[in-house]
């Protein structure tokens, strides 16, 4: 994955909110490494604007590409 490429993070907390933001590779796995740590809040930076996510209240985290296209497109 090239350092340019985008990321999408949809988070999940206690309770049913979800969060989303478009994020750089780098952020997306200082997010994964701290949700494996047991610090108490991550800033995550996004696209979007900053976020400060509460770790312990996290129930799920959905990543996926950026790359995907909607629409009609030329299979040449």
């Not at 309770?15 to 952020?27: D, M, N, R």
């Not at 400060?52 to 996290?58: N, P, Q």
Request: proline share 3%; charged share 20%; hydrophobic share 45%.
């Amino acid at each position: 994955m090239a350092d340019n490429d985008q990321i999408r993070l949809e988070i999940a907390f206690e309770g049913g909110q979800i969060i989303g933001g478009t994020v750089t590779p780098a952020v997306s796995k200082a997010f994964q490494e701290a949700m494996a740590g047991i610090g108490p809040v991550f800033e995550l930076e996004s696209l979007e604007g900053n976020f400060l996510v509460a770790l312990g209240k996290v129930v799920y985290v959905k990543r996926s590409s950026r790359e995907t296209q909607i629409g009609f497109g030329s299979t040449a």
